[in-house]
């Protein structure tokens, strides 16, 4: 099997429990159905990422508030978007333009009441590359405003650097980020496996971020093996409803605890594969509730 390694799964207990990782939903304006879901009653849910405009934005925006205060009041934790691409060293230099009319045009889609699914997001994390530099006080300004305005749980550092290089700079991000708030979740949004060091400084790693037909031949790097299940996650788009079992059992054998999985893809890099519900919502709540995933 192509997703197994010569390691030792840590995953073959079958009382692994699989939560969903929501990393991308398009603004509550755009996506209202699937804004709603997410607060049903049983939906086995890990976390949802709040992206109201690549970051808290410059105002509180009122829909974003009135979608975040039900997932708290539904017991989900609400984690704020921050990319941390500026922590890798490689980005040194990069201009900070290119994010600056990003943002301010997904805002301007969103409130135009656009029904393409690439504005304000208030949920989606992005994995593009045109975002640049920022110092490290403007990524703690964003994270005490989603504090102050949404009263997040925590953190997901999105394009989080995966090399040895970056490790100082991301330990010394979350921890001023966990003394902003106690207990804060953190997640870093690597995509890929990084150098193992990164598992000592978060709650959650995403070591997998990517297509189905990429990820049926993936394999887990050996070290994972040394951490439970709860401290990774996997996205992938592009997954059939044929295969949602397959991918599942992936997961798991993989020792990935937290999981999103879409029927939805990314059209060769122009869309947001993340932004709306997958197809089959229904079954991959069900199977997940159920226990179908072991």
């Known amino acids: 099997m192509p997703y197994l390694t010569g390691a030792t799964p840590p995953t073959a207990s079958t009382d692994l429990r699989t939560g969903l990782g929501i990393p ?49 009041n539904a017991g989900v934790r609400v984690l704020g978007h921050l990319d941390a691409a500026h922590l890798d060293p490689a980005h040194a230099g990069t201009t900070r333009l290119n994010r600056a009319h990003a943002g301010t045009a997904r805002y301007d889609r969103a409130h135009r009441g656009t029904t393409h699914f690439a504005g304000n997001h208030c949920g989606a994390s992005h994995g593009g590359a045109s975002h640049g530099a920022r110092p490290f006080d403007e990524v703690i300004s964003e994270a005490q405003r989603y504090l102050d305005w949404y009263l997040v749980d925590g953190f997901f550092l ?91 059992r992936i997961a798991r054998w993989q020792g990935a ?12 890099g122009r869309t947001d594969p993340w932004e709306t519900m997958p197809g089959y919502w229904d079954e991959i709540v069900s199977r997940i509730g159920t226990g179908v995933s072991e």
Do not use: K, M
Not at 31 to 43: D, N, Q, V
Not at 159 to 184: F, G, I, N, Q
């Open 158 to 248: 999105d394009r989080c650097p995966t090399e040895r290089a970056a490790l100082p700079e991301v330990r010394r991000t979350v921890s001023t980020l966990r003394a902003l708030r106690d207990e804060a979740h953190i997640v870093l949004g690597h995509g890929t496996h990084p150098y193992p060091g990164y598992a000592e400084c978060a709650d959650q790693l995403v070591t997998f971020r990517g297509s189905w037909s990429d990820y049926r031949w993936s394999q887990v790097a050996e070290w994972t093996a040394d951490y439970p299940p709860d401290r990774f996650c996997h996205f992938v788009h592009g997954v059939p409803l044929g295969h949602l079992d397959e991918a599942l």
């Open 24 to 72: 991308g939903y398009a603004h509550p304006l755009l996506a209202p159905t699937e804004w709603g879901e997410l607060a049903r009653p049983g939906t086995p849910l890990d976390w949802v990422v709040l992206n109201v405009a690549d970051g808290p934005g410059a105002r509180p925006d009122p829909h974003c508030l009135e979608a975040a205060g039900r997932l708290r």
């Open 257 to 268: 605890a937290t999981i999103w999985f879409t029927d939805r893809t990314d059209r060769g």
